[in-house]
């Protein structure tokens, strides 16, 4: 059964490069425009993985991530941050707010496929 | 807040009288910044509107492409399992150099997934310098209606005015949010896994 992951961007152009990307290797994608809409999903759909920018209206990536793993099923699924940000003090944010890793746009697909194989096991 | 408009050559050797119309609470002056300011920000809006369409049409252009791609895929290898094994030499190798050609293609298209994302970095910094330049106006206006520069005595207007200036685009400096991308070019970024 395909793995489900939920790509979380207010940038409709980055939603679609990340599902073609995931779709073309096989994953299930499900598509959210802001870290509300994010939860939103997450608590409908028990995915596999999170990838999600930060700078979005509404709920940023740092709050849906804190959410998140307050949630039982998101405690220890891996949720990886994909952003332009790329600063050590946001970075640290991330960490401490659970991060699995840090992704810095542009992404390449091919590295995109390699760290969520690794992460998701 | 006629100074701002260095553009039109009023500041050079003028006094603030001058540069000032006789309206006490200068408002004139500040909507005509305020008119300064909006223009900016709609042509920053302009921008991004443009870059947002041409980006659309390119993720368009990319996935039918991508669709076009696979069907010729499946078209080659549906022929070569036609024609093989009894196909001849000839007609076996166009196939092979077409196979070549498809995935040629499948690989310049993935390259492509990592420029297209250019339209997400220009809409972020486009965003950051509309705010950048909404705080400008709102401090340059606030140090207006203060209007110290009109009280001051023993000072040159001129100076004056560059103090306020000055002390609008710190107060605006402090008050900008942190600049969300730093890319200068559409190579891959880092990753990092914690």
Known sequence: MAKTILAVDDSASIRQMVAFTLKGAGYEVIEAVDGQDALDKANI?????????????RMDGLKLLELLRKVTHYKTIPILMLTTESGDEIKAKG???GATGWLVKPFDPKRLLEVISKVIG | MAEMRSGEGQIKNQT???????DQDGVLCTAEVDEYFMDIKGELSQIDRLVSDAVNNLVSNFRYISRLTKSHHDMVL????????EGSK????????QMDLADKIEQELEMAVTSLQFGDLVTQLLAHTTHQVEILNIELQ???RQGNWKKKV???PLHTIHEGISKAVDVAKI???????????MQMGDIELF
């Open chain 2, 142 to 144: 606030r140090i207006d």
């Open chain 2, 78 to 85: 549906a022929i070569e399992k036609m024609a093989a094994p």
């Open chain 1, 45 to 57: 759909h028990k995915v596999n993985l999170v990838l999600t920018d930060i700078n979005m209206p």
């Open chain 1, 95 to 97: 960490r401490a707010a």
């Open chain 2, 90 to 97: 000839p007609i076996l190798e166009l196939l092979e150099k």
């Open chain 2, 175 to 185: 008050k900008s949010k942190r600049k969300p991308v730093v890319q200068q070019g």
């Open chain 2, 154 to 156: 023993g000072k040159e």
């Open chain 2, 16 to 22: 603030v009288d001058k540069l000032v119309p006789e």
